[in-house]
């Protein structure tokens, strides 16, 4: 076991059935700065003068190890401040000797470096989000002060300004409205899933009435959901603006009114696949990658109501939950998309 132990790199101490170091190898007494007499045949809570006395660790090895068979492992971030304020990570798992007992093999993985970078991250995360939200509020003032002195002008001029000066003005404030939805896609699409979401148990069935209710389409077109319809343990706040944004799409960009929205879901051992199906005008196989682009619609500027953030927004989200999502489609034969939507959230 000692020798197996020394050929690990990373800091390694093993325990025996009573929780006491059975042997550690050099990296860990080089990191922690303690020797072998020091360590071994101590209790693990005894050690470097109660600093691995860690609350999540003393519970998780005297109360949760013994008592539950099927968790093998499990891991504890803990600041040791004594070598220098490092962030461990502990993992444990326990190994039945052949001759009987259990031992717990004890891992440690100095992250110190990556928690500095996800917290910079953060901060940066922060930061952006502060210049978008500063930048959209300094962009739209002057867009409302341009389509403002339009109308002032035109009202001003009534009844003097030919019919394609009145048009001009129109497309005008046409397209300052048109930037000012931008804008605020802009910072939805910045803020997509970075909100504080907690997992929620629900039933997707209701869940899906809820956003078609919300959605109020027309009573023409026919929307059929598919059971069964699983119970899911999620972040509801997140698939509920996947679902939203798809189910919009649909009503939005079919051709008719009468269209037909299809909803399934199937299940898979590590994720859910979510379907749907409609039978609108379609895309083409060109475009598909394009669809998830923000700000790209298939319409020409002047003729759409949409951005084109709604597919962003939940490529970002389905990605953000370490999903995937993809389509099928070809012009005039409507579109599919399907959706993973992993079990266990990141």
Same mark, same amino acid.
């Given at each position: ?15 025996? @059935? ?8 050099? %990296? ?19 050690? *470097?003068? @109660?600093? #691995?006395?860690?609350?999540? $660790?003393?519970?998780? +090895?005297?109360?949760i190890l013994p008592t539950d068979s099927e968790l093998q492992d499990f891991e504890v971030e803990h600041n040791f401040e004594q070598i220098g304020n490092k962030t461990m990570l502990l993992n444990a798992r326990k190994m039945t000797q052949s001759e009987g007992g259990d ?17 910079? +991250? ?29 109308? #002032? ?5 009534? @009844? !003097? ?6 048009? !001009?003005?129109?497309? $005008? ?7 000012? %939805?931008?804008?605020?896609?802009? $910072? ?16 997707? *069935? ?19 959901? !598919?059971?069964? $319809?699983?119970? +899911?343990?999620?972040?509801?706040? =997140? /698939?509920? !603006?996947? =679902? ?14 009468? *269209? ?5 879901? /199937? ?27 923000? =700000?790209?619609?298939?319409? %020409? &500027?002047? &003729?759409?109501? %949409?951005? *084109? ?5 939940? &490529? ?14 070809? /012009? @005039? ?14």
């Amino acid at each position: 076991m000692r020798a197996i132990v020394e050929t690990v790199r990373e800091p390694l101490i093993v325990l025996d @059935g009573n929780l006491r170091v059975a042997t550690a190898n050099r %990296s860990f007494y080089h990191t922690f700065e303690a020797t072998s007499a020091e360590t071994e045949q101590q209790l693990i809570f005894d050690l *470097g003068n @109660g600093q #691995w006395n860690i609350p999540q $660790l003393r519970r998780l +090895l005297l109360e949760i190890l013994p008592t539950d068979s099927e968790l093998q492992d499990f891991e504890v971030e803990h600041n040791f401040e004594q070598i220098g304020n490092k962030t461990m990570l502990l993992n444990a798992r326990k190994m039945t000797q052949s001759e009987g007992g259990d031992n717990i093999l004890l891992a440690i993985e100095d992250i110190t470096e990556r928690k500095i970078a996800e917290a910079a +991250l953060v901060e940066h995360n922060n930061e952006l989000e502060s210049f978008v939200h500063q930048v959209s509020h300094d962009l739209k003032a002057p867009l409302r002060a341009i389509s403002n002195l339009s109308q #002032w002008i035109e009202d001003d001029l009534e @009844g !003097q300004l030919p019919p394609n000066n009145q048009q !001009q003005f129109q497309l $005008l404030r046409t397209r300052v409205k048109r930037m000012e %939805s931008m804008i605020d896609s802009l $910072l939805l699409y910045a803020r997509a899933g970075r909100q504080e979401a907690h997992p929620e148990t629900f039933d997707l *069935g209701e869940l899906l009435n809820e956003i078609i209710d919300s959605l109020a389409p027309p009573e023409s077109f026919i929307i059929e959901i !598919q059971p069964p $319809l699983p119970t +899911l343990t999620t972040k509801r706040v =997140f /698939l509920s !603006q996947v =679902f939203a944004n798809l189910i919009s799409n649909a009503i939005k960009h079919h051709t008719s009114t009468t *269209g037909h929205l299809h909803i399934s879901a /199937l299940e898979h051992p590590d994720c859910y696949e979510f379907i749907l199906k409609d039978d609108g005008p379609g895309i083409a196989p060109e475009h598909h990658a394009k669809v998830f682009d923000i =700000f790209q619609t298939l319409k %020409s &500027k002047d &003729k759409r109501d %949409s951005t *084109g953030i709604g597919l962003a927004i939940v &490529k970002k989200i389905v990605e953000a939950e370490e999903g995937t999502i993809r389509l099928e489609s070809s /012009l @005039g034969q409507g579109t599919t998309f399907y959706v993973t939507w992993p079990k266990s959230h990141p």
